[in-house]
C-alpha cells in the first residue's frame, strides 16, 4: 500500500514538472490600451456613492476615491458614519483604490507642518483601520496649487495625485449634459478625471461619460493601474512630484530606482 502511494506520488510529481511553464504575462490579462482613471472626491456620500459604486459594478469599471477621512471615523458620532464606513469597505472589495484627502478637508498650505502632519497621518490611520489597506495615493483638497514641496515632503511615501484636462467643476455645474460633454472632450489615453461622488449629477455624469467613452476603447482604472503602466522593473514613482496623468510611455516624472 505504502509503496502504491509513493509511486502515485512520484507520477504526480513527474506530471507537474513536465508541464509547460507559462509566461505571466500570458497568465495574466494584458493590460488595456486606453486607460482612464475617474477620481471621486470629498465622499463617502450614504445615497450617492451607493448608486455610483453599483453603476462601476454594472460596467466593470474601476475608480479612485479620496476620502475625508473623518467622514468614517468611528470615534464621531454622526449617524452617516457606519454607512459610510460600509461604502468604503465595498470600494476596497470591489477593487476600487481608495486615497487620503486629509482628515478634515485641510488646505494644507495654509496651516502649519505640524497641522498637515497630522492631518494626513490621522486619515491614513482613519482608513487603514476601517478597510486594512494603507492609502498610497494622496490628493490635496483645492489640488496641486496648494501643495507646495514641504507638504510632499511630509505626505511621502504617499504620492501626490492631482486631475488632467478640463476641472467639471462639478461643485459647481449641475448641468450633467455639459458635464458629460467636458469629460469626453478632454478625455485621453492617460487621463485623470476629478469628479466628487456627493452630488447626484456628477455620478449620472460619470456613468453616462463612461459608457460613451466605453465604446471608444477606454477601460477605467485605478489611479495605481494608470500610474504603474510605464514603471516595469526599472522605475518608481516619485513622492516629490505630482501626478496628474499618466500617457503611454511617459517616464519624465518617474524616478530609477536606487
Ligand atoms: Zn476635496
Not at 78 to 102: A, W
Not at 171 to 181: A, D, G, H, Q, S
Not at 225 to 247: F, V
Request: hydrophobic share 40%; proline share 5%.
Amino acid at each position: 500500500m505504502q509503496k502504491r502511494k509513493i509511486i502515485s506520488l512520484m507520477v504526480c510529481w513527474g506530471i507537474l514538472h513536465i508541464l509547460p511553464v507559462v509566461p505571466a504575462s500570458a497568465r495574466t490579462q494584458e493590460p488595456p490600451q486606453k486607460m482612464i482613471a475617474f477620481t471621486f472626491d470629498d465622499g463617502p456620500h450614504p445615497k450617492e456613492t451607493e448608486r455610483l459604486l453599483d453603476g462601476l459594478a454594472e460596467r466593470n469599471a474601476k475608480a479612485t476615491f479620496f476620502v475625508i477621512a473623518s467622514k468614517i471615523d468611528a470615534a464621531t458620532t454622526d449617524v452617516r458614519t457606519q454607512t459610510n464606513i460600509e461604502l468604503v469597505r465595498r470600494m476596497v472589495k470591489e477593487g476600487h483604490e481608495v486615497g487620503n484627502h486629509t482628515y478634515s478637508h485641510c488646505y494644507l498650505t495654509q496651516v502649519s507642518k505640524e497641522k498637515v502632519s497630522y492631518e494626513l497621518t490621522k486619515a491614513s490611520a482613519v482608513l487603514e483601520s476601517v478597510t486594512g489597506v494603507k492609502p498610497r495615493y494622496m490628493r490635496p483638497p483645492g489640488g496641486g496649487s496648494l501643495t507646495a514641496p514641504w507638504v510632499r515632503e511630509i505626505a511621502s511615501p504617499m504620492i501626490t495625485v492631482c486631475w488632467s484636462g478640463v476641472d467639471t467643476r462639478d461643485w459647481e455645474c449641475r448641468n450633467v449634459p455639459r458635464m458629460v460633454e467636458k469629460i469626453v472632450k478632454s478625455a485621453k489615453d492617460g487621463a485623470i478625471v476629478l469628479l466628487h461622488d456627493n452630488y447626484a449629477t456628477s455620478v449620472d455624469a460619470a456613468l453616462q461619460a463612461m459608457d460613451i467613452l466605453a465604446k471608444q476603447g477606454y477601460s477605467f482604472v485605478t489611479v495605481d493601474t494608470l500610474l504603474s503602466r510605464n514603471l516595469g522593473d526599472e522605475y518608481e514613482l516619485n513622492p516629490m512630484r505630482i501626478y496628474s496623468a499618466m500617457y503611454p510611455g511617459d517616464v519624465s516624472k518617474l524616478q530609477r530606482k536606487a
